[in-house]
């Protein structure tokens, strides 16, 4: 089975976190949610906190399949600055391992040199990008070589649904697709 590495900073969009969680396990991924350090309660930028499972203190890019991580600018901004992320996120690129960013978080994989000429995020996080290749709402969800990017909040589902499509195939996509009623997700590239 899979895993997935969701991380969580404080300030990170809650929406986005336990969207993407929830509906990586309907779709038979193992979700490790960690922390950045030993303290696993995590507040979100809506002041909704949620406990990790662990740290992320000692994962190395062999530990996982995909990390995955959830904006809001906040939490976005500790992951870009921190030095264990941004080495985890070039690891994960160097080995062509998978790379997910919501929101405000394509701005941290833009930061680790990991974002691919094509994107999406949240409107006005390309003017901090600074990087051509933006795609606006053309798609829910960008997927170019190994990164996949989707725009916020509200494409959340749709995002965690690709990220099912890619690690487990298209059956067990269309049955988390169709449990949850998700049947708008297929605006993507």
């Given at each position: 089975m899979p895993k997935v590495l969701v991380l969580l900073a404080k300030?990170?969009?809650?929406?986005?976190?336990?969207?993407?969680?929830?509906?990586?396990?309907?779709?038979?991924?193992?979700?490790?949610?960690?922390?950045?350090?030993?303290?696993?309660?995590?507040?979100?930028?809506?002041g909704?906190?949620?406990?990790?499972?662990?740290?992320?203190?000692?994962?190395?890019?062999?530990?996982?399949?995909?990390i995955?991580?959830?904006?809001?600018?906040?939490?976005?901004?500790?992951?870009?600055?921190?030095?264990?992320?941004?080495?985890?996120?070039?690891?994960?690129?160097?080995?062509?391992?998978?790379?997910?960013?919501?929101?405000?978080?394509?701005?941290?994989?833009?930061?680790a040199g990991v974002l691919k000429e094509t994107y999406t995020c949240y409107p006005s996080v390309e003017e901090e990008i600074k990087q051509d290749g933006y795609q606006g709402d053309k798609f829910q969800v960008v997927?170019?070589?190994?990164?996949m990017t989707s725009r916020g909040p509200g494409t959340a589902i749709c995002f965690a649904l690709a990220i099912v499509r890619r690690l487990m195939g298209e059956e067990n996509y269309n049955a988390v697709r169709e449990g949850t009623l998700s049947l708008h997700c297929e605006k993507q590239s």
């Open positions: 300030g990170f969009e809650e929406i986005e976190a336990v969207s993407m969680i929830d509906i990586m396990r309907r779709g038979g991924i193992t979700v490790l949610v960690r922390a950045l350090d030993e303290n696993l309660e995590v507040e979100g930028a809506n909704i906190t949620v406990k990790a499972d662990a740290s992320i203190v000692g994962l190395s890019a062999d530990d996982i399949d995909m995955a991580l959830p904006g809001g600018w906040g939490g976005t901004y500790v992951l870009a600055d921190d030095a264990n992320v941004q080495a985890l996120l070039k690891a994960m690129d160097e080995k062509g391992k998978n790379i997910g960013a919501i929101c405000a978080a394509p701005f941290a994989l833009k930061k997927q170019t070589e190994n990164v």
